[in-house]
T-cell receptor, first 113, second 113 residues
Framework: NAGVTQTPKFQVLKTGQSMTLQCAQD?????MYWYRQDPGMGLRLIYY???????DKGEVPNGYNVSRLNKREFSLRLESAAPSQTSVYFC????????????FGSGTRLTVV | AQSVTQPDIHITVSEGASLELRCNYS??????LFWYVQSPGQGLQLLLK????DTLVQGIKGFEAEFKRSQSSFNLRKPSVHWSDAAEYFC???????????WGAGTKLIIKP
């Protein structure tokens, strides 16, 4: 089925470990996004990529890096995980700016101990 | 700064009763307006969106929303809720100037049998 695929679905890290969250979409969307979701705080944008080859910081970029590998793939890297990064991470994609219609992945639940 | 307010953190409704979820935004011009639904453990799914034209928009699953410019509101309604509507609902605002959506904190809908 067409959509946004995130891996892994669950992950437990120790403080200081690194990991990369993977995201791929097969809808030929130009724009891709990484959000984190924490109880009572809604969705907060970490990074986004308006088009292949570009990335920009969102609301909460500290402690994260991203790579837009190609039009399909947009990865999120935690270089040195901290307990404050315990969250559910969502990747999303959309078409051009005048037709947002975000499509979300099913999320990655990350726990940092 | 632009913001989205969903004043109700939780709403409890009896099955078969009508529903209205409130959303207010702060933005100088007419924004793009969205409602998303998130079932437990899932990603977010687009319910409906408003860009321009008719201020009453129809969405999936029997939902509708009305844009009221004078009140800066975009409330979500459903005439008769079903137990399967139990979920968290997010209002979001899109700005023409960039690719980001601004999210409300969400309203959790609880259905009483």
């Amino acid at each position: 089925n067409a959509g946004v695929t995130q891996t892994p679905k669950f992950q437990v890290l120790k403080t200081g470990q690194s990991m990369t969250l993977q995201c791929a979409q097969d809808m030929n969307h130009n724009s891709m996004y990484w959000y984190r979701q924490d109880p009572g705080m809604g969705l907060r944008l970490i990074y986004y990529s308006a088009s292949e080859g570009t990335t920009d910081k969102g609301e909460v970029p500290n402690g994260y890096n991203v790579s837009r590998l190609n039009k399909r793939e947009f990865s999120l890297r935690l270089e040195s995980a901290a307990p404050s990064q315990t969250s559910v991470y969502f990747c999303a994609s959309s078409t051009e700016i005048t037709n947002y219609g975000y499509t979300f992945g099913s999320g990655t639940r990350l726990t940092v101990v | 700064a632009q913001s989205v307010t969903q004043p109700d953190i939780h709403i409890t409704v009896s099955e078969g009763a009508s529903l209205e979820l409130r959303c207010n935004y702060s933005y100088g011009a007419t924004p793009y307006l969205f409602w998303y639904v998130q079932s437990p453990g899932q990603g977010l799914q687009l319910l409906l969106k408003y860009f321009s034209g008719d201020t009453l928009v129809q969405g999936i699953k029997g939902f509708e929303a009305e844009f009221k410019r004078s009140q800066s509101s975009f409330n979500l309604r459903k005439p008769s809720v079903h137990w399967s509507d139990a979920a968290e609902y997010f209002c979001a605002v899109g700005l023409d100037s960039n690719y980001q959506l601004i999210w409300g904190a969400g309203t959790k809908l609880i259905i009483k049998p």
